[in-house]
């Protein structure tokens, strides 16, 4: 029963499908279906595939943690990609699937591994965005770009001179895509204009002193004359997985909804990056108001409340509100180094000509620690607010959307 699940998760699904991609991708362009070596590898790579993909997003979070810089997050992603690539076409020179001088006016093994890395790289990036703006599913454009990789760099390893134009036009394309966008980022968080508004979104799960923090350094330092703050609602990433009943509310407990795994659960996702205990949208944006008047920000820093437009765009929609609002002036995106923060730094870079405020948290505070019941990392108000929603009964307590 356990091989059957883990078969029919779709991140299993998705690294078998790419395996039986390339076997028949290099298979037909080579006459190659009985080598060995090419059955062999294609069968690593259908069911390693995963266990890469989260190893190499591992390190792009912890890269991301300790420097809040982009374009080192992609480098410590496209290192590994880059050195796990050559090695496939050693295997594919060597094993005898085609000749080595087939790639040499691609720059050998080293040349063609690194072009089909950018390609690759740029490729799920975008995908990646579109997934985010609701066109497509995550997984499925994942395999859509791979494929189409692995067929172009497939036919360019015949010699053709027209399937290696193809190659190199993907390659430099989106490769430049990929690192430009993150550059181009990094470079206006360093050079920024002062003035304009400031937007900074999260879970806010709950809001806490660094929040507070970052916004009051953001004012002061990029001269805002506002900034807006907004929440989730239910964060996507488990709307979409209870839709597909891949999680469930298992209960309530101390103002919190609890989430868990189902059966249908992808073995490979990990559904609760930032906890699996959440306060509900109301419950939050009552405690980033109250924490905001608390601190003394009211003038300067307002809590929106879009539900409608998040509904419609997630945080893309929102910013779009605020640009709208304040159009022609800069805007700045607050964020930290954490997942969360980077999460919310893609969504400033993908939405045109944001200024993004990073900052890389050092600090022992965290919304985790304050529902594991961590006291003085939040405003006195709001921890009233905690300790009320503790001793409730559970009948005293929202139900919330349950979708």
């Not at 062999?40 to 595939?49: E, H, K, N």
Request: charged fraction near 20%.
């Amino acid at each position: 029963m356990k091989r059957r699940m883990y078969l029919l998760s779709p991140s299993v699904q998705l690294g078998l499908t790419i395996g039986a991609l390339m076997y028949a991708s290099y298979g037909f362009a080579h006459h190659a279906f009985d080598n060995a070596a090419l059955i062999a590898l294609c069968t690593f790579v259908g069911f390693f595939i995963p266990y890469y993909s989260k190893i190499s997003n591992r390190l792009e979070e912890l890269i991301n943690l300790r420097t809040a810089c982009v374009s080192l997050g992609r480098m410590g992603r496209f290192v590994p990609q880059l050195a796990f690539n050559i090695g496939i076409f050693l295997v594919l020179i060597e094993g005898g699937v085609f000749r080595p001088g087939n790639i040499d006016t691609l720059g050998g093994i080293l040349g063609v591994a690194l072009i089909t890395t950018c390609a690759s790289q740029g490729m799920q990036y975008v995908a990646l965005a579109l997934a985010n703006r609701e066109i497509g599913d995550r997984n499925r454009n994942v395999l859509i770009a791979l494929s189409i990789n692995i067929v172009i760099t497939a036919l360019a390893t015949l010699g053709l001179a027209w399937s290696k134009a193809a190659f190199l036009t993907l390659g430099l394309v989106f490769g430049a895509l990929f690192f430009v966008i993150g550059l181009a980022s990094d470079l206006r968080a360093r050079f920024f204009r002062r003035g304009g508004v400031g937007v900074f979104f999260g879970t806010f799960n709950p809001i806490h002193t660094t929040h507070l923090a970052l916004i009051r350094d953001a004012i002061a330092q990029r001269g805002l004359e506002k900034v807006y703050i907004h929440s989730t609602t239910i964060p996507k990433l488990h709307a979409q997985a209870l839709q597909r009943g891949e999680i469930r509310i298992a209960r309530y407990e101390r103002g919190m909804r609890i989430y868990e795994k189902t059966g249908r659960a992808d073995v490979h996702v990990n559904y609760f990056p930032t906890g699996f205990r959440f306060y509900e949208y109301d419950t939050r944006l009552a405690m980033m108001r109250s924490a905001i008047a608390e601190a003394g920000l009211s003038d300067k820093v307002e809590v929106l409340s879009l539900p409608d437009e998040y509904a419609r765009g997630g945080f893309y929609a929102v910013l779009n509100y605020v640009r709208k609002v304040y159009r022609g002036q800069p805007v700045h995106g607050i964020h930290g180094s954490d997942l969360g923060g980077m999460w919310v730094r893609s969504i400033y870079d993908e939405s045109g000509w944001i200024y993004p405020y990073p900052v890389v948290r050092r600090d022992k505070v965290s919304a985790t620690a304050i529902r594991n019941g961590a006291t003085g990392l939040t405003t006195p108000t709001v921890q009233a607010m905690i300790e009320s929603l503790r001793h409730a009964r559970e009948s005293e307590l929202p139900l919330g959307n349950q979708a």
